[in-house]
């Protein structure tokens, strides 16, 4: 009887001792080493040494980025999807180059739409369709605020040693893939460009690196003639 008494307690303990461990995890420890590390440039995250022209120059390497567009395999049968699928693998199985592909959710900025919409219901007489144009302009606005209308979007990087070579894959690829209604559209201009890795890296970010350079970068600075005493005296 003793025996069971001791066993009965003994488990107890063992219980009690496992309950509080389970109710306080012991935390993750990182080095220090690890935590004050810090980052000296951009590059040391993302190593791209310029972007001109829709080029991409890496590590002694040039890249393209093109837009995939046009497939859309929930509307196809089985048959249909099949067919499709082997038609890309048997194209892209003739590529003996390293080529990447980025899929990731964005969220769709409906600003444009919106001040698009307002201006047309501020054209408007006193009507129905004014009403209807205003409540859908502020929709939209709201849309963009709450960041609730999300879009797939498809990316192919191409690699090559020169711009030509790069280019030179791009048509081949984009002519190879016409006859599967895939459409692969080159992104030729450094502010698309700029725009698009940041929907990459940032997909939840609204406003566009190239609207902001427009806004602000861009824009000419202007001073009074106070500020400029000043600064003038610190030059």
Same mark, same amino acid.
């Given at each position: 009887m003793?025996?069971?008494q001791?066993?009965?307690i003994?488990?107890?303990?063992?219980?009690?001792?496992f309950l509080?461990?389970?109710?306080?995890?012991?935390?993750?420890?990182?080095?220090?080493?690890?935590?004050?590390?810090s980052i000296?440039? +951009?590059? /040391?995250?993302?190593?791209? !040494?310029?972007?001109?022209?829709?080029i991409?120059y890496? /590590?002694n390497?040039?890249?393209?980025?093109?837009?995939?567009?046009?497939v859309?395999?929930s509307?196809?049968?089985?048959?249909?999807?099949?067919a499709?699928?082997?038609?890309?693998i048997?194209?892209?199985?003739?590529?003996?180059?390293?080529i990447?592909f980025?899929?990731?959710?964005?969220?769709v900025?409906?600003? $444009?739409? @919106?001040?698009?919409?307002?201006?047309? @219901? @501020?054209? !408007? $007489?006193e !009507?129905?369709?004014?009403?209807y144009?205003?409540m859908?302009a502020?929709?939209l606005?709201?849309?963009?605020s /709450?960041?609730?209308v999300?879009?797939?979007? &498809?990316?192919?990087?191409?690699?090559g040693? !020169? /711009?030509?070579?790069?280019?030179?894959?791009? &048509? +081949?690829?984009?002519? &190879?893939?016409?006859?599967?209604?895939?459409?692969?559209?080159?992104i030729?201009?450094?502010?698309e460009?700029?725009?698009?890795?940041q929907?990459i890296?940032?997909?939840?970010k609204?406003?566009?690196?190239?609207?902001?350079?427009?806004?602000?970068?861009?824009?000419g600075?202007?001073?009074?003639e106070?500020?400029?005493?000043?600064?003038?005296?610190k +030059?």
């Amino acid at each position: 009887m003793l025996f069971f008494q001791i066993l009965f307690i003994v488990s107890l303990l063992l219980g009690i001792v496992f309950l509080i461990f389970s109710r306080n995890p012991k935390k993750q420890e990182f080095s220090d080493e690890y935590m004050n590390k810090s980052i000296d440039h +951009i590059k /040391e995250l993302f190593p791209v !040494s310029n972007i001109y022209g829709g080029i991409i120059y890496s /590590e002694n390497k040039y890249y393209l980025l093109a837009k995939i567009e046009g497939v859309n395999f929930s509307v196809m049968s089985t048959q249909e999807q099949d067919a499709r699928e082997s038609a890309l693998i048997e194209i892209f199985a003739k590529i003996n180059y390293p080529i990447k592909f980025i899929t990731n959710t964005v969220i769709v900025d409906t600003t $444009e739409e @919106a001040r698009r919409i307002a201006k047309l @219901a @501020a054209q !408007s $007489e006193e !009507s129905n369709l004014k009403t209807y144009q205003t409540m859908y302009a502020g929709a939209l606005e709201l849309m963009r605020s /709450e960041r609730s209308v999300l879009s797939q979007k &498809s990316y192919l990087i191409i690699p090559g040693v !020169s /711009e030509k070579e790069a280019l030179e894959r791009f &048509s +081949i690829i984009q002519s &190879s893939l016409k006859n599967t209604s895939v459409i692969l559209t080159l992104i030729d201009s450094t502010d698309e460009v700029f725009d698009s890795i940041q929907s990459i890296l940032l997909p939840e970010k609204i406003i566009k690196p190239s609207d902001m350079a427009q806004q602000g970068v861009l824009s000419g600075l202007h001073f009074n003639e106070k500020e400029l005493t000043y600064y003038t005296q610190k +030059i």
